[in-house]
């Protein structure tokens, strides 16, 4: 069967492509596109071989990606894009999803809405990935959306991911309202590895899209199928909340580490918080460690949890979030301070008592202390789902881009629109009850996405990188940046060994199966961890998908380990 799979693969994708090659690690000075799926990756490099810019093939694999992985991300969910032009220019395209406008259905808690209509946000990437396209691309949206809406059309291969999560989902489908069933089961049947998956009714709303342009979504036709269904099943959004949603250009967070600049997402995500791991982590001699030594880990790990807890006590979608001093070397001094070399920190599973663990990032912003300035967010504690997607491009010029999509959940909000094909996120259980990721109308909920692109010194492009994974994104981008810069290793074995994650809400270390049993031993007899171990290459702790620049100008794409992930280039 798997011989079949593969042959049948090959067939498909010889007809999606044209001089284009494809692989797990693959090697190109013609650009590079690293995504979570093949067919999305040769989507991306199909459009650079046509002769388009980096921007373009980001543009047309963020709309591919929404038809072969249509239960990560899509049209009815959200993203973060970063932008760096051969020129120098370097923007942040924010199309995180937002709260309704009117909250009055909403009666508990935000993280009591997990699936179902109220648990949907204002999607936003129809309108992100268009801006990004007219602002920075060089061809019709026409020309972009084309690849995917002929793999809507013509179908693709079921692989073992995507079969594993409609399996993982297929009772949520069956009970969904809208057309769940209808559209990605067979006769309420599941695909399975192998199959030939076609979805003729996301086909149509690309194509109405790619006519008539973002207005036809969140104005037209596609607006007034989405408000229809959430006033026929409770539902908050209306057509006020689609007409007025907009993406939003920002200047990008940007830091350093050993003079290697960090070029990152802004808040209400996880490039401040990222930063901030690092200034803390470059006080500490690592490149006379491996990753493997038990004190590297320690130190990384304690300075995870001092960095996600000041994310969830100061970071969201809030104007007086102290960027500044959160991403200063001064403040990751006062913080670098706070790790014993000997031992871990305590891990309580108070909010309350965690919270203690802050610091004061308003003593260097010469402003009011931070118990005189936001409120307490002792609120639930909030892990949010793995499926996520992330993407890497570049160019033949050297323009690069990053951008992570996601629903939220798999499958988000378990709800299919009817007539659309278009399943909606569950963003709704990001916020927070109070403090500055608190529900409120119109905000952008609080996650942990972090595309990143980074420089080296002489501000030539070094990698362009990013990952899903939920509470592992941080501490798995962390230790891909280290494994290059500190510890030199190719990009392909930087994102292969194994990986570890400590978090503010996590009262044990989580790592990876891989690690010699002595540095297991040392974390937990020396340092005091209790550790949970998984396998080796697990989806639990990301999969990211990158690209590093040779000093020759060699691009390298490598796709996700853990997520059957490929990298593209134009042939020649």
């Not at 038809?67 to 899509?74: F, L």
């Not at 600049?261 to 006379?288: C, H, M, W, Y």
């Not at 491009?393 to 094909?421: E, H, I, K, M, Y």
Request: net charge negative.
């Amino acid at each position: 069967m798997r011989r079949f799979v593969s042959m049948l693969l090959v067939v498909l994708v010889a007809a999606l492509t044209l001089a284009v090659v494809s692989g797990q690690v693959l090697y190109s000075k013609n650009g590079m596109v690293a995504a979570a799926n093949p067919y999305a990756a040769m989507v991306g490099a199909e459009i650079l071989e046509k002769g388009g810019n980096a921007v373009d093939a980001a543009v047309a694999v963020g709309f591919a990606l929404g038809v072969v992985e249509p239960y990560a991300s899509g049209l009815g969910g959200e993203g973060v894009m970063i932008i760096h032009m051969k020129d120098g220019q370097t923007v942040a395209i924010d199309y995180k999803s937002t709260a309704p406008l009117d909250l009055s259905k909403y009666t508990k808690s935000p993280s009591n809405y997990r699936s179902g209509p109220l648990s949907v946000c204002v999607p936003g990437v129809v309108d992100g990935l268009i801006k990004a396209l007219s602002e920075w691309g060089t061809m019709s949206l026409e020309e972009v959306m084309e690849p995917a809406i002929r793999l809507a059309r013509e179908g693709f291969v079921v692989n073992e991911t995507f079969a594993k999560v409609l399996s993982d989902n297929y009772e949520r489908l069956l009970e969904d309202p809208g057309e769940g069933a209808e559209v990605y089961l067979k006769d309420q049947l599941l695909y399975e590895v192998g199959d030939v998956f076609k979805n003729p009714v996301l086909a149509n709303t690309l194509e109405l899209i790619a006519k008539n342009g973002r207005d036809v979504f969140y104005r037209g036709e596609i607006a007034d199928k989405i408000v229809k269904f959430m006033q026929e099943n409770g539902g908050a959004i209306t057509k006020e909340d689609l007409e007025r949603y907009h993406a939003i250009v920002k200047e990008p967070i940007v830091g350093t580490y050993r003079g290697y600049k960090i070029i990152t997402a802004p808040q209400p995500v996880g490039g401040v918080t990222l930063v901030e791991i690092l200034n803390i982590l470059e006080r500490f001699n690592i490149s006379d460690l491996s990753w493997d030594d038990p004190l590297y880990i320690h130190l990384l790990a304690e300075a995870l949890y001092l960095a996600t807890i000041d994310m969830r006590t100061y970071c969201g979608d809030d104007p007086n979030v102290p960027v500044e001093a959160l991403t200063s070397k001064e403040y990751a001094k006062s913080r670098f301070e706070m790790i014993p070399l000997t031992k871990a920190l305590p891990r309580p599973s108070s909010a309350a008592e965690r919270q203690k663990m802050a610091g004061d990032p308003y003593k260097f912003l010469g402003g009011k202390k931070f118990f005189e300035k936001i409120l307490e967010d002792i609120g639930e504690a909030k892990v949010e789902s793995p499926s996520t997607t992330h993407v890497s491009v570049v160019d033949r010029w050297g323009n690069a881009v990053a951008f992570t999509q996601t629903l939220s959940s798999f499958f988000g909000s378990g709800n299919v629109v009817p007539g659309t094909g278009i399943i909606l996120n569950n963003e709704i259980p990001n916020f927070s009850t109070s403090g500055p990721n608190a529900f409120a109308p119109g905000k952008r909920p609080r996650t942990t996405i972090a595309p990143t692109i980074v420089l080296r010194p002489d501000g030539d492009l070094l990698m362009v990188v990013g990952t899903p994974g939920a509470s592992r994104i941080l501490s798995t981008l962390s230790q891909i940046i280290v494994n290059v810069i500190d510890f030199g290793y190719p990009i392909d074995q930087a994102m292969k060994l194994p990986k570890f994650c400590s978090y503010d809400t996590y009262t044990d270390l989580k790592i990876e199966g891989g690690f010699p049993q002595e540095t297991l031993k040392i974390l937990e007899k020396y340092y005091g961890y209790k550790l949970e171990v998984y396998p080796e290459l697990d989806l639990f702790f990301g999969g990211p998908n990158c690209i590093y620049k040779q000093e020759d100008g060699t691009y390298i794409g490598v796709g996700s380990f853990r997520r059957q992930g490929a990298a593209a280039a134009p042939e020649k």
